[in-house]
Antibody, heavy 129, light 108 residues
Framework: QEQLVESGGALVKPGGSLRLSCAAS????????MTWIRQAPGKGLEWVSL????????YYTDSVKGRFTISRDNAKSSLFLHMTSLRAEDSAMYYC??????????????????????WGLGTTVTVSS | EIVLTQSPATLSLSPGERASLSCRAS??????IAWYQQKPGQAPRLVIY???NRATGIPARFSGSGSGTDFTLTISSLEPEDFAVYYC??????????FGQGTRLEIK
């Protein structure tokens, strides 16, 4: 069945680095844009980054620009998030989530029109000295 | 940038009652609204997309409505497993992909 499995979360000191991975299975990975979403303890959901299926389009939320890098390996059905210069406020559960594309009511094709329809269980990043 | 405001922050209801959760956008966003359910210790789960379409496997008691700036998630008759936190999310002009702050639906 369709599945996303994150890994790589750890306890890291401020200023440190970490690489998160998300292994996809059960679907054609390259057909979907992918996102990283994070959730600090007791808080809401925050979009972090997205990458298109052909990795031509990449975006980041402002607070991680210049520090985080999203990438993907379609041959291995894997998504990555390389995190550097980590701060305490980066501590969170990190989820990878799949974009579900579709045509809106104007006939425009959007990579996320049908929402984020598949989520992994998440991996925990804790930044603390 | 679109801001989504969900209300109420907490909704206390009993099983069998009807729940209406609101999501208001700071600007008109067509129908690029999705709703997610998150239970403690679990990942979010897509409930509604395109403002009013149920995701795969979602029971018919869940419905979505609205357009423009005001959207509603309705659960017609609450089951015990429906008590959770619900988030709305929009992607009309990504980036960014924006979430509301969530509504906690708790058992009264």
């Amino acid at each position: 069945q369709e599945q996303l499995v994150e890994s790589g979360g750890a306890l890291v000191k401020p200023g440190g680095s970490l690489r998160l991975s998300c292994a996809a299975s059960g679907f054609t990975f390259s057909d979907h844009s992918m996102t990283w979403i994070r959730q600090a303890p007791g808080k809401g959901l925050e979009w972090v980054s997205l990458i298109s299926g052909d990795d031509e389009i990449i975006y980041y939320t402002d607070s991680v620009k210049g520090r985080f890098t999203i990438s993907r390996d379609n041959a291995k059905s894997s998504l990555f998030l390389h995190m550097t210069s980590l701060r305490a406020e980066d501590s969170a559960m990190y989820y990878c989530a799949r974009g579900s594309p579709g045509y809106d009511r104007s006939g425009y094709y959007d990579e996320f029109y049908h929402g984020l329809d598949l989520w992994g269980l998440g991996t925990t990043v804790t930044v603390s000295s | 940038e679109i801001v989504l405001t969900q209300s109420p922050a907490t909704l206390s209801l009993s099983p069998g009652e009807r729940a209406s959760l609101s999501c208001r956008a700071s600007h008109r966003i067509s129908n690029y609204i999705a709703w997610y359910q998150q239970k403690p210790g679990q990942a979010p789960r897509l409930v509604i997309y395109d403002a009013s379409n149920r995701a795969t496997g979602i029971p018919a008691r869940f419905s979505g409505s609205g357009s423009g700036t005001d959207f509603t998630l309705t659960i017609s008759s609450l089951e015990p497993e429906d008590f959770a936190v619900y988030y709305c999310q929009e992607s009309s002009n990504w980036p960014p992909i924006t979430f509301g702050q969530g509504t906690r639906l708790e058992i009264k």
